[in-house]
């Protein structure tokens, strides 16, 4: 039985499954927003959510804490010096998951997960050149 049993496996195995929650995590914390599987976006949240509530601590062990997760220099220094002073007084619910539908191919529900204290018109700045190198 699986009493208390809150993660989602996601169909991966542990260091599997803990790889792509870190790549997302960061992919999220440098764009603003990712479009995902709808479970992976429910996966990522508290993933998430901890990062930043970490952050928001600011001190060196924190820093050293979001390193050691997400091994990404460059998002652990946005989230500490970009997205915590956004998020200080909120005191949880830092993301948002929006539902967009169906996927065509395997007819998969996908989501939008966002930071939800960024400025819009950052997120969709950063997200246009993205599309555009994608189709270049």
């Keep these: 039985m699986r009493h208390g049993v809150k993660t989602s496996k996601l169909q991966r ?6 790889a792509l929650l870190a790549n997302q995590a960061c992919s999220l914390i440098l764009n603003g927003r990712i479009t995902t599987t709808l479970a992976k976006a429910k996966a990522l949240r508290p993933y998430v959510e901890k990062l930043i509530t970490l952050a928001k601590r600011g001190d060196v062990h924190s820093r050293r804490l979001a390193t050691a997760t997400i091994h990404n220099t460059t998002a652990v220094k946005r989230l500490f010096d970009e997205i915590a002073p956004l998020c200080a ?17 395997d007819s998969a529900l996908v989501a939008m ?5 960024l400025p819009r018109e ?5 997200e246009a050149p993205a599309t555009t190198e ?3």
């Design 89 to 105: 007084e909120r005191k949880g619910g830092y993301t948002r998951i929006v539902k967009l539908g169906q996927r065509l191919t």
């Design 113 to 117: 997960i966002e930071i939800i204290d």
């Design 13 to 18: 195995n542990a260091s599997h499954r803990r």
């Design 122 to 126: 950052a997120a969709e700045k950063e």
């Design 134 to 136: 994608a189709t270049a």
